[in-house]
Structures are given as C-alpha cells and as structure tokens.
C-alpha cells in the first residue's frame, strides 16, 4: 500500500481508498498514479505517459490533462503531491509525513519494480488500519535479518500485515514471493512438504525431502510468508534455520502465536490498534484507529454509521473493552450492523456468547472469540492452563511476585508458576508490559473472561481468591504497598467482580 496524504493506493490490487472508502478511478488514469509512483519521485515525461497509458493509439496531449485532473481531484488537499515540471512533464513527490512505499529499504528495493511473482498472496481486500509504522519497521527488519516473526495474540493482526509487508516488497523489487500457510499441517513432514508444494517442488502431499527443498532454493531471491508457526513451532523453526542457511538471498517472514527462537531471528510484537482513552472527546475517538476499523467494518456490513457523540462514546466503549483486537472489532461490527451499538456495549457482557457470527469464510478458530482463544488455550502445558485460570482473578498489572502468591499451593511450586508464566507470556496468552522498569505482566480483558470461566468451571475459585485476599493484606502491610490502591495486583474491585460471579 502506498500512502499519498490521505488516499491510500494498492498497485497489487489497482484500488485506491480515501480513509477506508473505495474510490472509483478509471484504469488510464490509474496508469498514470502508477507510473508516477514507480517513478520514485523522478520526474515522468509525456512521452512515456503516452506510450504506456495509449500504447497502440495515437493521442492529443490533452487526454494526460484530462486524466491528470481527474487524478489530482481524488488526492483534494494533496493534489499538489503532482507536480507539473514545466515542459518535461510529471512527478510524484509525498509529503514527509504521509510519505509512499513505507521505507522500503534500498537492498531489497533494488530491483526492477512490481514484476514479482507472488505465489499464493491472498489479496488485500481492504487497506490495513494503523498499521504504516508497522510496514516500515517490518520491512526494515527484514532487509538486515533471514527471519522476521510477527508475533502477538489471536486476531491481533498477524496475517494481514504479514501480507502487506509482502505485497508491499513485492511490488517494488524483483524478489519471489511465496505465501505457505502451516494451519492444516501437524508435523515436520508436513511442514517440508507444505513448503515445498508452494515452491513448486513436487506436489504437496510426496514425499519431499528436506535436501531436495533447500537444493532448489541456492540463488532464488525469494521472500517467504510462513503464516501460522506456532501449533508446530519446533518443525517451523528446524526447517527455518535450515533454509536461511542455504541460501544468503532467501528471506522469512513468519507469522506465530509464539516465537520460533532459531538463530538468525528477529521478532516484531504485533500490537493491538489503539484506543480511545476513557472521556475522550470526538475528534480524538475518531482519531484512533481501533475505531476506524469498527466503523470501517460496519460500512462494510451496509450499516448506517452514527458518527454522533454519544454513539461514538459507546463505540469507543467498545474498543477499549475489545483492547483493540481486529479480530474481536470485526466480531463486533459484525454484530453492531445487524443489532445496533448500544445492544453491542451490553452484549460484550456475555461476549464469547455474543461474539459468535464470525464470516462464513475465515478459519474455524477466527469465527467466533471463543475458538480464537480455544485454539491457544489447546497449545498450553496442563500446568500453563492452571496458572492462567489462576491469573484470571487479576484485573490489572501483575508482578510475577503476586502471581506465585496467588497461583502457586501445595501441589504447584513458586517455580513451577514462575516457568508458566513466562510461558504464557512467551505464547502471548499473557501480556507484558514495556514501560515500566519491573517487569509486570496483564491479561486482555477477553483473555482474561476466559481465564475466570475456567477458574469457575475448575471450582477452585475460593481457593485461588482466599490466596489473593491473604496476598493484598500483606502487600498493604509492606512498605512500598501502603496507600498504593491500585497497585501491582490491581485493586480490589477484582476480588469483587470475582466474588459476585
Ligand atoms: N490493521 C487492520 N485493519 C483492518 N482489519 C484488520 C487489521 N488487522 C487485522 N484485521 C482483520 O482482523 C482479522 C484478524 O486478522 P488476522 O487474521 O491477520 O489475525 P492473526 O493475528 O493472524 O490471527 P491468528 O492468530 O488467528 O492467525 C482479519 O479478518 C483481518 O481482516
Ligand atoms: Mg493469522
């Protein structure tokens, strides 16, 4: 996707949106936005205009004029993104802060542009939101480093901005790129197998050996999209490490619910979109992200958006209740179009009963919040999933201090805890935060819902909130606790809303 002010154009896709709207835009003059933007800021003349956009055809200078405004009428306030070089002819020059292609770096730019083969891309059916730094950084990452992991929770946006980062090389160098998903694959064999069935060698279900696979890649300028690692993260990793190691030119973008950890990585947390501090006013509502999404999405279900503020008050409700998390917007905008806003706000009450009519289309463990969250909960140790019911009766930041005194007891040691929850945390099942100097850790409020269901369902409850009362009481007692309400175990409003369950 390439940004120009406040229109976004897919070459791959030959789209171009203002915001989140799909604007119409005849094919000369999308000839024309296409070759001023490959051009790279360098000046385009008439000449190549003409025999590019009329190659068969002789034609009065006049149509590029027709086309030129046509074209400048779509950019509105950044029309003067074209300028006209006196007698010459014309050039593509993006404001710093909107600027084109998101940095995409000069050694894997090089090539000859957009003649890339993209095997097996999805195509981007909508512009991602809020994501350009992300593209930037993402690209970057991969000119310097083999293997790049997206990383982050269910539905957070992996795969989707995975594949743009790819269009995105794609369309402005020379490299190969080939898209394996290894969500229906079980084992190393399927994973050889899948790979080298995308890469076209032999079909995907012979028996490929792992050799034959690295010997066709020697030389390939090839950028793989491994999407969905983390259910056979030992085989993603083995075979990852391997083909980095054959071949200097090949690059792996990978997608996972946890990191591969092979030698030649680099991770990218995949954070939600942002949201709407609580008592923001509209223009700041509007402003996130997250609610460009919703309201994006609802425009796509043909719902009447009420863009009035007491209707974004709610609709901001519901991104910080959803944390920002595409997949659950989506659920919910879905939801949204057909019952309203305000059923929606009182819906996420119950939201993995509400948030349940997923599109048709996408994967099972994307079609209803529960499934999102099943499917990691599936990839957990049976001790993993103790302690995660157990972190359920956080309502806030945590230490790993006041986790082991809530989840460790006779039968789960301080260590044993302490190995979990850095395993959560690596599966990010748990977050973790970056800006404090002592590591703490949260659970997203849907993790979270989930964790206190299977707390009440294990009926250990008591037990685990017996341990949490006795823990605050002595966490006030110590000096650094006194008059800290909303301390490192939260307040007690957790305790409560647990209690009243
Ligand atoms: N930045 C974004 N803008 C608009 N829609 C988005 C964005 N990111 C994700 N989505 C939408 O949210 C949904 C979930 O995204 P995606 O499949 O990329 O998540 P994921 O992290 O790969 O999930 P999983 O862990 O299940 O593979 C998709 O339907 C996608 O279209
Ligand atoms: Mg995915």
Known sequence: ??????????????????????LQVGSRAFDILELLILARGKTVTKDEILRRVWPNSVVEENNIHVQLSALRKILGADRHAICTISGQGYRLTVPAEGSARVGLPEAIHGGQAGVARLSGLPVCHAPLIGRDGALAEITRALNGTP???????????????????ARSIAAASDMEVCFVTLAGVENTQGVVSTIAGALGVGRADDDVALQSLVATLRGRKLLVMLDNCEHVIDAAATVCELLVQTSADLRILATSREPLRTRD???????????PDAGANSQAILACSSVRMFLAQMRAFNADVDTEPGSLDMVAAICRRLDGVPLALELAAARAAVFGIRKTVSGLDDRFHFLTGGRRTASPRQQTLEATLDWSYQLLSATERIVLHRLGIFPARFSLEAACA???????SHNEVTEAVVGLA???VVMTTLDSKTKEYFLLETTREYALRKLYESDEADEVLARSAAYLAWFYEQPHGRGFRTATLGNNLGAQSVASR
């Open 426 to 428: 690596s599966k990010c």
């Open 406 to 412: 809530v989840a460790a007891c006779e039968r789960l």
């Open 265 to 275: 990585e680099k991770f990218y947390w995949v954070a939600p979109l942002d949201i």
């Open 1 to 22: 996707m390439i940004k120009i002010g406040r229109v976004t154009v897919s070459l791959e896709m030959r789209e171009v949106y203002l915001d989140d709207r799909l």
């Open 147 to 165: 293997i790049v992991t997206l990383l982050g929770p269910g539905g957070i946006g992996k795969t989707q901005l995975g594949i743009a980062v």
